[in-house]
């Protein structure tokens, strides 16, 4: 490791993986520079779009505020980690039937950041699901597709159970 | 992201208080703040020393003072806090109000109560303001709409923190920790006027940090309101925070704090004693008109004066009964 330089161990979408990458490097260009996992989304860059979002330890985050050093250790969940090999995350079928997804560029925070509320909250409601994913902004759809799409995910869910 | 620096886990608050003495070192809670900062091109420490390493720095506990809540804790553990939620109501909503729910599971109390202005004159690199040692105020003559009401410079930001008002209502102490040892003081003299110190709103000596804010329960109801022209989530337009006791109809001890409308948390004497000498019902004309009393607006900003005086508003008829 050269000065300037960090390595952390953590656990990415179930793996354990191991990064070496220089020390001003946030969450969010480690993955998709040093570990190519492209499916989150640089926006803004300040807090403020949520386009950025993934799940350490199963919270929402901004990588993108957050630096890459900080994860040594955690559980780091990305949209990339969310299918069962071939097969969609139900929040991932219910984006696309619900047209909650339009460019498409907002969508891989919105869908990390609705697991996480629906894996603490399975029977979330309207409310609560306009709450859990105020921080994350959609310029397309309207949010109307999406909060549809997290309630029809939700009741997939509860069926399977 | 930016330009190199070299990080460091403190293990103790020792440690941190060390290295934080370093030239270029910058202590860092959650990040939210000090990266946008960082990337905004405004600061470029050569040392960032994690906070968040301190075992139990994290802490929110009851002590026979009231709570004691150590700077790393996340705001959203705050808000999330049921027994905290139950002695100081205010507290708790003035976490809930910050941010997006992702930036409240990243930021922490610390860095809320430390974190920088937003003004776009300070924010953006370009502008040699007084608040970066430049000279003068570019808002004075510029875009100074959502900027101060009160302070009369010569910095014209409002302070950004909800969790800051609400605690100069309950009359929180900050405890500090730096190379020389602890020392602690009530909030509000944590922070200063442009008029003392235009550079910063806060009085930390070089390599000191917070370390835990303690919060008494004496006064056992509060709350706080914000108005926000997003309402999503934004900085707040105006917000108030009201932390008192209530016999019946009326509340025997009141402190009224406004935020997002002067550089530093506004106390309001005034509305204070309008509260404390009326019925709450009888008191929510006198107590919000008077809240404004002194404000002297800019050459866009009058607009906040009865936004302000409607939080205020808000804020007493919360007490009401439903």
Known sequence: ?161 | MTSPFTFWDARTAEEAAALLSKKGAMALGGGVDLLGEMKEGIRAPEHIVNLRSIPGLDKIQKTDRGWRVGATALLTDIADHADLRKDLPGFAESAEAVATPQIRNQGTIGGNLAQRPRCWYYRAAEFACVKKGGKGCPAEKGENRYLAIFGDGPCHIVHPSDCAPMLVALDARLFLRGPDGARDLPIADFYELPSKNALCEFTLKPGEFIEAVEIPTALPRSTYVKIREKDSFDFAIAACAIAGKIDGDHFTDARVVLGGVAPVPWRSVTAEANLRKNTIADAVEPASNSATDGARPMSQNAWKIPMTKAAVARAIRSFLPR
């Open chain 1, 1 to 161: 490791m050269k000065n300037g330089e960090q390595r952390i161990e953590f656990t990415l979408n179930g793996d354990k993986t191991s990064v070496t990458f220089p020390t001003f490097k946030t969450l969010l260009e480690v993955l998709r520079e040093e570990l190519n996992l492209t499916g989150t989304k640089h926006g803004c860059e300040l807090g403020e779009c949520g386009a950025c979002a993934v799940l350490v330890d199963g919270k929402p985050v901004l990588s993108c505020l957050m630096l890459a050093v900080e994860a040594d250790g955690t559980k780091v969940t990305t949209v990339e980690g969310l299918a069962d090999d071939a097969r969609l995350h139900p929040l991932q079928e219910a984006f696309a039937d619900c047209g909650a997804a339009q460019c498409g560029y907002c969508t891989p925070g919105f869908l990390c950041t609705a697991k996480a509320l629906l894996d603490k909250k399975p029977d979330a409601n309207r409310r609560e699901i306009s709450e859990a994913l105020a921080g994350n902004i959609c310029r397309c759809t309207g949010y109307i597709q999406i909060f549809e799409a997290v309630e029809q995910a939700a009741a997939k869910m509860a069926v399977k159970k």
